[in-house]
């Protein structure tokens, strides 16, 4: 089974179009959605969920009032704000807790409780692709790391009950540790940037993460024509660095049609410029993967 992973180093690139692009073209896949805080396949892919399940994150300390003693020594040592004092009793906001437990460690009566609580779901869907597993981490909860290896071990549970040779990922932006769960044990990382001051320093930082896990990882062009300048900078970066220019794909309304009708680009047009280039990325890509 090969894994190719599609990270971006900030967001608005052009990353989960350009991933289903490739689904397109890639045969006997399975499909992840890796970016769990705003999952967007599903918007292409409309999958048909027949199996969710419950995720569930870190501990949440709760204050049992008929415990608690009101000492005030919980509110004393976060360090995070997360213990208020509202009419003369202890709560805690789960939004600002980090799960630390030192309000568990040093309540003198035992009165906090400090269980796992219900973090999201992930699921699995049929599409007209094939498979998709994707998950929806709920707002403002932790631990998107963890819950992107879930929905990646779920994809290997299909992976070996269905004998698929090929998964596609798609990834979260930027360097965090969601990204470094998306791209563990992946094949082959796709970078997908433009040509923007912003852009090209955080395709740096990402070049350097799969630098530094060993990852082979090549680079995607998007809207290569608005920065001309930019774009050579880019490819004067990789060809100094020896890594792979996978391709390039210029600004294109089509695009923004194709996920008006929640189609892929070449499902919308198969003969258009950037569908034909991105059969030209998907070519290059398996020659990469096949060393």
Same mark, same amino acid.
């Given at each position: 089974?090969?894994?190719?992973?599609?990270?971006?180093?900030?967001?608005?690139?052009?990353?989960?179009?350009?991933?289903?692009?490739?689904?397109?073209?890639?045969?006997?896949?399975?499909?992840?959605?890796?970016?769990?805080?705003?999952?967007?396949?599903?918007?292409?892919?409309?999958?048909?969920?027949?199996?969710?399940?419950?995720?569930?994150?870190?501990?949440?300390?709760?204050?049992?009032?008929?415990?608690?003693?009101?000492?005030?020594?919980?509110?004393?040592?976060?360090?995070?704000?997360?213990?208020?004092?509202?009419?003369?009793?202890?709560?805690?906001?789960?939004?600002?807790?980090?799960?630390?437990?030192?309000?568990?460690?040093?309540?003198?009566?035992?009165?906090?409780?400090?269980?796992?609580?219900?973090?999201?779901?992930?699921?699995?869907?049929?599409?007209?692709?094939?498979?998709?597993?994707?998950?929806?981490?709920?707002?403002?909860?932790?631990?998107?790391?963890?819950?992107?290896?879930?929905?990646?071990?779920?994809?290997?549970?299909?992976?070996?009950?269905?004998?698929?040779?090929?998964?596609?990922?798609?990834?979260?932006?930027?360097?965090?540790?969601?990204?470094?769960?998306?791209?563990?044990?992946?094949?082959?990382?796709?970078?997908?940037?433009?040509?923007?001051?912003?852009?090209?320093?955080?395709?740096?930082?990402?070049?350097?993460?799969?630098?530094?896990?060993?990852?082979?990882? !090549?680079?995607? #062009?998007?809207?290569? +024509?608005?920065?001309? %300048?930019?774009? $050579?900078?880019? =490819?004067?970066?990789?060809? /100094?660095?020896?890594?792979?220019?996978?391709?390039?794909?210029?600004?294109?309304?089509?695009?923004?049609?194709?996920?008006?009708? !929640?189609?892929? #680009?070449?499902?919308? +047009?198969?003969?258009? %410029?950037?569908? $034909?280039?991105? =059969?030209?990325?998907?070519? /290059?890509?398996?020659?990469?993967?096949?060393?």
């Amino acid at each position: 089974m090969k894994e190719v992973v599609v990270i971006s180093g900030k967001g608005g690139t052009g990353k989960t179009s350009l991933t289903s692009s490739l689904a397109y073209y890639f045969e006997n896949r399975i499909m992840v959605d890796c970016d769990v805080d705003a999952p967007d396949l599903e918007i292409v892919f409309k999958p048909e969920n027949y199996e969710e399940f419950d995720f569930i994150g870190a501990k949440k300390a709760r204050i049992n009032q008929e415990k608690c003693t009101s000492c005030g020594l919980c509110r004393q040592v976060c360090n995070f704000d997360a213990v208020n004092l509202i009419d003369g009793k202890y709560t805690i906001d789960n939004l600002n807790c980090e799960s630390c437990g030192a309000c568990v460690y040093f309540c003198p009566v035992n009165a906090i409780d400090f269980e796992p609580e219900f973090a999201g779901k992930y699921f699995r869907g049929k599409t007209r692709f094939g498979e998709l597993v994707h998950a929806e981490l709920e707002p403002g909860e932790e631990n998107s790391g963890k819950l992107v290896v879930t929905v990646k071990k779920e994809a290997e549970k299909i992976i070996n009950q269905e004998n698929i040779k090929n998964m596609l990922s798609d990834g979260t932006p930027g360097i965090g540790c969601a990204v470094i769960a998306s791209i563990s044990g992946a094949d082959y990382t796709v970078c997908v940037t433009e040509p923007g001051v912003s852009a090209i320093h955080d395709m740096k930082r990402v070049l350097e993460l799969t630098r530094h896990f060993g990852i082979k990882c !090549g680079v995607i #062009i998007n809207k290569a +024509d608005i920065n001309p %300048d930019k774009t $050579l900078e880019i =490819e004067t970066f990789l060809l /100094k660095n020896n890594i792979c220019l996978l391709g390039k794909i210029n600004f294109d309304k089509n695009v923004i049609n194709a996920q008006i009708n !929640g189609q892929t #680009i070449p499902e919308f +047009d198969k003969k258009s %410029d950037t569908a $034909l280039r991105v =059969e030209s990325i998907y070519k /290059k890509l398996v020659e990469e993967l096949n060393g």
